[in-house]
């Protein structure tokens, strides 16, 4: 079985910073893209960034220069660093991870259960 377990979310200050983490464990073969997603309370999910087995990365325009993603493929984590945030980022962060298990021939995404970003004053 996968699992992909994240942590740091949390409440937080206009402008302030949170590191979001997700490891991936099980029986895991290869890892493709790793990622977050984000879902506000009345919004479709969106993506906010991913990034391949070999760094390249995607982000959505309304984080480009405030969130930095990064993977540490020896862990089987990513990251997500979010710096300058605003009330607008207010949302349960979702990751997800493309990956093969073992044993299996078909690709497919794996998603952690989600946490709790709440920026406030």
């Keep these: 079985q996968v ?3 994240e942590s ?3 409440l937080v200050q206009p402008g302030g ?12 073969f290869s890892i493709n893209a790793m990622g977050w997603y984000r879902q506000a309370p009345g919004k479709q999910r969106e993506l906010v960034a ?22 540490d493929n020896a ?7 979010m710096n300058s945030l605003e009330p607008e980022d207010t949302a349960v962060y979702l ?3 493309r ?3 073992t044993g299996y021939v078909l690709w497919n995404d794996y998603w952690g259960q989600g946490t709790q970003v ?4």
């Design 99 to 101: 990956l093969l298990p």
């Design 95 to 97: 990751c997800y991870a």
């Design 50 to 71: 991913d990034i391949t087995s070999g760094s390249n990365t995607k982000y959505a325009d309304s984080v480009k220069g405030r969130f930095t993603i990064s993977r």
């Design 8 to 10: 740091g979310g949390g």
């Design 118 to 121: 709440t920026v406030s004053s």
């Design 3 to 5: 699992q992909l377990v």
């Design 17 to 28: 910073s949170l590191r979001l983490s997700c490891a991936a464990s099980g029986n895991i």
């Design 75 to 81: 862990k089987n984590t990513v990251y997500l660093q």
